[in-house]
Each structure stands twice: as structure tokens, then as C-alpha cells.
């Protein structure tokens, strides 16, 4: 994959699989492993490339693009492991506008958190008034309002003051808490 340009963006990778060798601007490198989460701030523009780290083995790996507020000096990247046992039946902040409880700083009022969830296990998660939620599911199965979520499957909620959900098997996902 060629350096492609990003601006006015804060982009979040998270790397479930496998390893991803990411390059910024400067032509560094960076190698993000299975755990890892990385901040990317695009504000001012880059140009950067992400490939898999793997002749062999696939990369299983989710990247988002959040609009920035403001600006940083000059582009960043950051990035940090999240063990599993940190992650495992909680919601861990691993993303959030003021770095709260060792998460990556972000230029956005938008909070990421990651969850490992062992079969039955439920959360509930309190939205305040005016935010809403995605919810991905990035492996097995979970109960969400009624409906049942499967891999790779994604849920929007507004106008919702809390989410509940349920592990149908074992099961991870990322929730979304947005301005």
C-alpha cells in the first residue's frame, strides 16, 4: 500500500491480531502487536501506510477516523498495550480527550473503551445526556436490546441514557462513547 494523506483527523488502531507496521511521515516505523492500540493525530496532515507485519500470518485490525477539535503542534502518534486481563469483563478506557487512567489522549470528546467478555457475562454502560454510543462487536457473539450481535457487527444507540449488553459466547468489543 502506497503513503496515503490524512488531515483534520485523529485516527485509533487497534491491532486484535497478528502485527501491524505502521509508517508516519518522518519514514519511521512503527510495529504495533495482538493488544496494542495506537492514536494517530492527522490535525496538521500526513501521509503514512500501514501494512501487515506477516508474509505469512494475517493481521486482524480495526482502524477508525474521528474528526479532530483543535489542533496539535505537529503530528503524533502514540500507542500502548492493553493486556487482555486489564480488558477482561470491564469496560477499559483506552482512548479519551484527557488521557483518564493511563488511556491514549485524544483531540476529540469521544471516550473508546475495549472489553473481553467470558460467556454470560453482562455490562451496562451510563451515557450522559446528549452522547450516543457505537457498539462493534470484533469477535463472538453478544445480546444487545434483544438483538443479537455477531462478529464484525456494529450498533448505533441515541437518545438512549445507558446500554446493556450480554456475552452470548466469548466475546470482545469496542464501545464508542460520542459526543
Known sequence: MH???QKDLEIITYVREGILIHQGTDGGLQRLESGEFQRSNACRGIRHRALNGSLVDSAHVFQSAILAKGRAPRPL???KRF???DREGILRIVVSPDGVQA???ILQDVRLYSSILLLGHHLIHELAAGRGAWLQVVHGRIRLSGQELGPGDGAALENVSSLSFTAQEAAEILLFDLA
Do not use: C, G, V
Request: charged share 0%; glycine share 0%; proline share 33%.
Open 77 to 79: 502518534q502514540q500507542q
Open 3 to 5: 503513503p496515503h494523506p
Open 103 to 105: 488511556s491514549l489522549p
Open 83 to 85: 493486556p487482555q486481563a
